[in-house]
Nanobody, 120 residues
Framework: QVQLVESGGGSVQAGGSLRLSCAAS????????MGWYRQASGKQRDLVAE???????NYADSVKGRFIISRDNAKNTVWLQMNSLKPEDTAVYYC??????????????WGEGTLVTVSS
């Protein structure tokens, strides 16, 4: 079983920065992609940024140039550095991990979410 533990959310004024972290723990799994999704009130959950084990990254257009995702494969930990935050970045941010569990079963696990609030 895999568990994702997130930290780093909070409140900040527009133009400020926050750093989210997420660590995967458990046994019997292999993670390929780790990343962050977000869900604003009344909206669907969308990809923010994701990185694979080989280092490739994918960002939502709305955060390119402002957010940076990084990862430590050995520690199964991913970070999201969020700079130049805007009020429209306000959302619950969810850590995501995709890979394989026991018996090569497909695995997609979510964290509990951490709230990011950006005030104008």
């Amino acid at each position: 079983q895999v568990q994702l533990v997130e930290s780093g959310g909070g409140s900040v004024q527009a133009g400020g920065s926050l750093r989210l972290s997420c660590a995967a723990s458990g046994s019997g799994f292999s993670i390929n992609a780790m990343g962050w999704y977000r869900q604003a009130s009344g909206k669907q959950r969308d990809l923010v940024a994701e990185t694979t084990r080989d280092g490739s990254t994918n960002y939502a257009d709305s955060v390119k140039g402002r957010f940076i995702i990084s990862r430590d494969n050995a520690k199964n930990t991913v970070w999201l550095q969020m700079n130049s935050l805007k009020p429209e970045d306000t959302a619950v941010y969810y850590c995501s991990a995709k890979g394989e569990g026991r018996g090569k079963t497909a695995l997609w696990v979510w964290g509990e979410g951490t709230l990011v609030t950006v005030s104008s």
